[in-house]
């Protein structure tokens, strides 16, 4: 069956540190992978795309990378702050429609 | 501003009655789609639209109807709503699936 996994447990890490995040996929051959931002009560933002054919993406202090063949993503934060606390999102090209995973809980404490 | 706007923000309602939420975007997107979210369970699509007049099935669309007459407006209709539906509803627009999706601010739904 087709499955979307991220960490389900929360990520608690140190204010300056670099958060990773996971998103695996499987029985999925996506085109692309994007990852959203969602805070309490609020719908997910957008941060980032990555397209099959590229390996790495960057915006600022973000980083994804997407690997085809271990069916893997990964999202980084560097120099991270107590404002990126939030729950992250993967989502994937699942024909006509976008798949979210469950997401994974961030905390940044100072 | 460019913005998906949805209403209402919380409803409370009871089983069987009839209800539709509004969602709207002002930003010329042709796709546009309405997901539900649960603990544990993230966001699952119940329909999504191509274009006017081209809507198709999400993965939870059992109790759910949509329509797209116009390509701003895709409206949520729930006919005869059941506890199980007791969620909080986004909706979300996008040039296309491969580009980013913009989502409104959520209607919190409780069908008592």
């Known amino acids: 069956s087709q499955k979307i996994e991220q960490n389900s447990e929360a990520l608690n890490i140190q204010e300056g540190k670099t958060a990773t995040l996971t998103c695996n996929y499987t029985n999925y051959s996506p085109a692309y992978l994007q990852w959203y931002r969602q805070d309490p009560g609020r719908g997910p933002v957008f941060l980032l795309l990555i397209r099959e054919n590229e390996k790495e993406k960057r915006k600022e202090r973000l980083k994804v990378t997407f690997d085809t063949t271990l069916k893997q993503s990964l999202f980084h934060i560097t120099a991270s702050q107590p404002a990126d606390s939030a729950t992250y999102l993967c989502a994937l090209e699942g024909g006509n429609k976008l798949v979210f995973g469950a997401g994974t809980i961030l905390r940044v404490k100072s | 501003e460019a913005q998906v706007t949805q209403n209402p923000r919380y409803l409370i309602t009871v089983t069987g009655k009839k209800l539709t939420v509004t969602c709207s975007q002002n930003m010329n997107h042709e796709y546009m789609s309405w997901y539900r979210q649960d603990p544990g369970l993230g966001l699952r699509q119940i329909y999504y639209?191509?274009?006017?007049?081209?809507?198709d099935k999400g993965d939870v669309p059992e109790g759910y109807k949509v329509s797209r007459k116009e390509k701003r407006n895709f409206p949520l209709i729930l006919e005869s709503p059941s506890p199980n539906q007791t969620s909080l509803y986004f909706c979300?627009?996008?040039?296309?699936?491969?580009?980013?999706?913009?989502f409104g601010p959520g209607t919190r739904l409780t069908v008592t």
């Open positions: 639209s191509m274009n006017v007049e081209v809507t």
């Open positions: 979300a627009s996008g040039p296309s699936t491969d580009y980013e999706q913009y």
